[in-house]
Nanobody, 112 residues
Framework: QVQLVESGGGLVQAGGSLRLSCAAS??????MGWFRQARGKQRELIAQITSRGVTNYADSVKGRFTISRDNAKNAVYLQMNSLKPEDTGVYYC????????WGQGTSVTVAS
């Protein structure tokens, strides 16, 4: 079964940037996504990318975040710019149509 490992999170000031990485143990799914879970809230899909590179974003991150993938490396990335305190949370990657057990996620804290 595919295992997912997220990395790249950390503490950043508002307006800063981070780049998250997701490494899969084997071939990733046709549509991959980044999910965010803020404290006390449900996990939400914020960005997704198809195998052909078609992307879609939640309104809350549109224009600031960019999702990309490297199929040869079984990897998905999330470039996050102009970060806001409301972007704080734990970020996970997973398939969108087909999911596997969640990884441990990577924590992002945006200080105001």
């Amino acid at each position: 079964q595919v295992q997912l490992v997220e990395s790249g999170g950390g503490l950043v000031q508002a307006g800063g940037s981070l780049r998250l990485s997701c490494a899969a143990s084997s071939s990733i799914f046709s549509t991959m996504g980044w999910f965010r879970q803020a404290r006390g809230k449900q996990r939400e899909l914020i960005a997704q990318i198809t195998s052909r590179g078609v992307t879609n974003y939640a309104d809350s991150v549109k224009g600031r975040f960019t999702i990309s993938r490297d199929n040869a490396k079984n990897a998905v990335y999330l470039q996050m710019n102009s970060l806001k305190p409301e972007d704080t949370g734990v970020y996970y990657c997973n398939g969108v149509m087909t999911m596997v057990p969640w990884g441990q996620g990577t924590s992002v804290t945006v200080a105001s």
